[in-house]
């Protein structure tokens, strides 16, 4: 095999981890509490591949004969971040969990940012980013003063209008702020949050970046690259990684661009890993507890999940997995602790496998290095052999 399709559906996890307690999260289950919602539950192809296969989906159906192989990993980082979840799966393992702000950042570090961008800072308290739209957008446009919010993640955003500071303008101001927030301040991740529109419509748009720290070990990904493989990466995953380890990359506008996309890096003769990233599932319905509008994101992923797997050629190996959870029937507005699905699919691959319950997502990362034939970090344990025929 020579080339693997990591496919992450951005918060889909399927149910509450041992720990999840430990997390503030009590019987959380994004897919489970989906499901529940409604008895019409449209995703064909994820239960084709074995979706209700897996151990403990037992709130949906199973499939006769799967056509995937398939499983459930415990996330074994300290966290239930993006960057956490994400890393993992490259092969690392993140004990020390990232620092968040509460209570907002402390005073100094919020007079060093207005006094290097030269503009004062509204809010500077975890928020939701819509809601605080609306209580602070009008302030905004009218005093041209960023929002700064950040989250129970270790994230520092900005929300500005487009027209009020120009993107450039804004993608400088989270450069400065990702060169102070290092070392004892660290954030995890700087997010530019541009919006537009007016006062009670105000949308947020999709030249939103992220600018990541670098991983702080060498991923699988490193190791493809350095092994003279490509690394292909959709959406915001070039950002998770700092585009440590990618050499070609594309953002996407939505979950059906990052589809377009990813097939058409398929199209493509090439060795190596294409790493995808849907994030509309968390950012767009988990976030804001949008239950019936998760259910249609995933319905409308899972109608094009053939279109992917028409486009797999025989030495492609294909992984639909999560970073983390985000249930939006859950209280808050915050990711939630889960299992992430592994759903594997390919020519190659024995279908009707179960690979159980895997420790680490970093298993991911083995697998991928065993079928590439290339170097390995020192986490997780490959599942190649017990997948293929
Ligand atoms: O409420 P919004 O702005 O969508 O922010 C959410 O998105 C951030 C990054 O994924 C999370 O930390 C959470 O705060
Ligand atoms: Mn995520
Ligand atoms: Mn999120």
């Known amino acids: 095999m020579n080339r693997v399709i990591l496919f992450v559906l951005d918060s889909v996890g399927i149910g509450a981890l041992p720990d999840s307690e430990k997390f503030g999260d009590i019987g959380v289950n994004t897919l489970g509490n989906i499901a529940k919602s409604t008895d019409d539950f449209k995703i064909p192809n994820l239960r084709k591949l074995g979706i209700g296969n897996i151990d403990g989906v037992d709130y949906i159906e199973a499939a006769p004969s799967p056509i995937g192989a398939y499983g459930r990993s415990l996330e074994a980082s300290n966290g239930k971040d993006t960057t956490t979840g994400h890393w993992e799966i490259a092969g690392l393992y993140i004990e020390q969990p990232f620092k968040t702000y ?3 950042f402390p005073k ?11 503009r004062k800072v509204l809010c500077n308290k975890p928020a939701s980013g819509t809601v605080v739209l609306d209580e602070l957008g009008e302030e905004h446009m009218k005093t041209g003063n960023p929002i700064v919010y950040t ?8 929300a500005a209008h487009e027209d009020v500071i120009p993107l450039d303008e804004l993608y400088r101001m989270c450069q400065i702020a990702r060169d102070m927030l290092m070392g004892d301040d660290q954030v995890a991740r700087v997010i530019a ?3 537009i529109g ?3 419509n105000f949308q947020r748009t999709s030249n939103r970046r992220d ?5 702080f070990q060498k991923t699988v990904l ?3 690259k350095e092994a003279g493989l490509k690394v ?3 959406g915001k995953i070039v950002d998770i990684y700092d585009g440590e380890g990618i050499t070609d990359d594309v953002h996407t506008k939505d979950n059906m661009d990052g589809v377009d996309q990813t097939l058409n890096y398929m199209k493509a003769d090439f060795e190596g890993i294409l790493f995808t990233n849907l994030v509309d599932f968390d950012a767009k319905f988990g976030h804001r507890r949008d239950v019936a509008g998760y259910r249609n994101a995933i319905e409308e992923v899972d109608a094009r999940l053939p279109e992917l797997m028409g486009a797999m050629k025989a030495n492609d190996l294909m992984i639909i997995l999560a970073d983390h959870g985000n249930d939006p029937a859950y209280k808050g507005t915050d990711h939630t602790r889960e299992y992430i699905p592994l759903l594997i699919f390919g020519e190659q691959v024995k279908a009707g496998t179960n690979i159980g319950t895997r420790k680490t997502f970093a298993d991911v990362a083995a697998t991928v290095s065993d079928i590439l034939g290339i170097s390995s970090t020192p986490y997780g344990t490959s599942f190649k052999n017990e997948i293929l025929k």
């Open 222 to 224: 490193d190791y493809a």
């Open 193 to 195: 949050r541009p919006f």
């Open 232 to 234: 292909k990466a959709v």
């Open 198 to 200: 007016e006062p009670g």
């Open 151 to 158: 989250s129970a993640d270790s994230v520092f955003q900005i």
């Open 108 to 118: 100094y570090i919020i007079d060093e940012f207005e006094a290097k961008t030269g």
């Open 102 to 104: 509460p209570d907002g």
């Open 211 to 215: 600018y990541s720290i670098k991983p």
